[in-house]
């Protein structure tokens, strides 16, 4: 279990509320940076750090997407997948507004607003994964076992 060294998030609460074992990583956050920088900070892989993307469908029905982060979302193949006309990134402000997280520390733990996940389906056999916990600078290191049991995702291959 992680210890209590940094202000506690929504999204540690919901991993400790479940029982996780998760161990807390800083780092430090440079504007922008996203999952290269906190690879490169941390020494760790990229493909094992998970960004978590606040997207929307032509209905702005808000819903989130976890994603290795050396790839990106194919919104043509996921907007199929929906069996929507469009997706896209939400703006940083509605995005907040979804899960009270900023941009650049959202987490899909402890949202706001209980939103669907997108999974991309490889991140699911890893053997673990690092997703952020909440805010700027600090991603947890957790088992993808762990995230699927907590927010029972849906698998999607659409990474490109």
Known sequence: MAKERFHTTQAIRMLKEHGIDFRLHPYKYEEKGGTEVAARELGIDEHLSIKTLVMEDEKAQPFLVLMHGDKRVSTKALAR??????VRSCDPHVAHKHTGYVVGGTSPFGTRKSLKVYVEASILDLPKLYINAGKRGLLA?????DLARILNPTPVTIAI
């Not at 997948?81 to 469009?86: I, P, W």
């Not at 290191?141 to 076992?145: F, T």
Request: zero cysteines; a positive charge.
């Open 141 to 145: 290191e957790i088992s993808p076992l």
């Open 81 to 86: 997948f929906l069996r929507a006309k469009a």
